[in-house]
């Protein structure tokens, strides 16, 4: 659906985006993850084709961004960080205009604005002032620009930010149910969110792909050992004495327990195994009552943490040495927006 080879940007002396290659098939939702200044944003708009990159191609169904603006570009639905709204306009009027900014035409316009308002459920609020309306609804708003021109990619760039919980958990309902009938990428890092919505995440650091899987493979190949914490009642001498000599246990660590008479066991297993049966017949037969046992793996944070150690945040783009700041030519993907120009460093019209 999506190819990205070798693609690059640099702002000057800085580069945003290093030799990045990544495939995005359709219909899943992707999760786009890393810190601040990992290049997120400048990939996402490189891909919808508000900004120009330094090297590299970005084919969307096969239509190159650069080669064929027009028949990439409406295949893509986009939400920027700060979506794009006209705030004196209702959201009837705004969706109209953008429909129309679009190319979408005639009955056809009208399905479509129906279409979006509704699966935005946006219906009851179409005729008041988008600057009235709540910080859920501006974005619902914004989600539904991006449907108009029925594209075969949603891009969101951090959807729920700023929003409260419950306004949280309906955008994800929604992105859910936009991922059965479009390929979605979404861009945040609210990690639990990814993990709740996603099939499959992306990591980026430094501007490169470091990983790409799902959030189940992601967490088992970064698990490395994984613990058993107990609360187990008796002496340390007969805990060890039990628990110690256990087959695939690589490491036992006791502290103080919660429960007066108890002691708190860390019992680590490499490669990583599930101790839960074993340590609770051993226990078992050495009279040692568990109070409490659970078992802890790599999380996604985990991974996240691991994989972008080490990562600092990009400068300000005005801050860059000898660089132009960037310029973002159209909101609209699926619009004919300004021509991009030449950038600094002989960057690809």
């Not at 946006?122 to 600057?131: C, H, P, S, Y």
């Not at 708003?141 to 419950?166: C, H, K, S, Y």
């Not at 600092?312 to 300004?338: H, N, Q, W």
Request: proline share 6%.
């Amino acid at each position: 659906m999506i190819e990205i080879e070798h693609l690059t940007k640099r702002y000057g002396s800085h580069t945003a985006v290093s030799d990045l290659n990544l495939t995005i098939e359709a219909g899943q939702i992707y999760g786009f993850l890393g810190p601040n200044g990992a290049g997120k944003s400048t990939t996402m708009n490189i891909m919808t084709g508000c900004l120009a990159s330094t090297e590299g191609t970005v084919r969307i169904d096969g239509y190159d961004i650069y080669e064929e603006p027009a028949q990439a570009k409406a295949r893509i639905g986009y939400l920027p960080e700060q979506p794009p709204l006209y705030l004196d306009m209702t959201p009837l009027e705004y969706l109209a205009f953008v429909a129309k900014a679009k190319g979408v035409k005639g009955q056809d316009r009208q399905r479509q604005l129906e279409r979006a308002m509704e699966v935005t459920q946006i219906d009851g609020v179409k005729d008041r002032l988008i600057k009235n309306l709540s910080k859920g609804y501006k974005q619902r708003v914004g989600i539904a620009q991006a449907l108009l021109g029925e594209p075969r990619v949603i891009i969101l760039d951090e959807p729920t930010v700023g929003l409260d919980p419950i306004q949280i958990i309906e955008i994800r309902e929604l992105i859910q149910q936009l991922g059965r009938e479009h390929t979605v990428i979404l861009s945040s890092h609210i990690l639990s969110e990814v993990r709740a919505v996603c099939d499959r995440i992306m990591i980026i650091s430094k501007g490169r792909l470091v990983a790409s899987d799902t959030p189940d493979n992601l967490e088992k190949l970064f698990a490395g050992t994984a613990a058993l914490e107990l609360t187990v009642k008796g002496g340390e001498e007969a805990i060890r004495s039990a628990l110690g000599g256990l087959p695939g246990v690589a490491g036992l660590s006791l502290h103080d327990g919660e429960v007066e008479g108890a002691a708190g066991v860390t019992l680590e297993s490499d490669p990583p195994a599930d101790l839960s049966e074993a340590v609770f017949r051993a226990c078992a037969a050495a009279d040692l009552p568990i109070l409490r046992m659970s078992m802890r793996r790599a999380s996604l944070e985990d991974v996240f943490l691991e994989l972008t150690a080490g990562d600092t945040p990009e400068p300000a783009a005005g801050e860059l040495e000898g660089a132009e700041k960037p310029e973002e030519e159209s909101e609209l993907p699926g619009g004919d927006g300004p021509e991009q120009g030449d950038d600094e460093g002989g960057e690809r019209p």
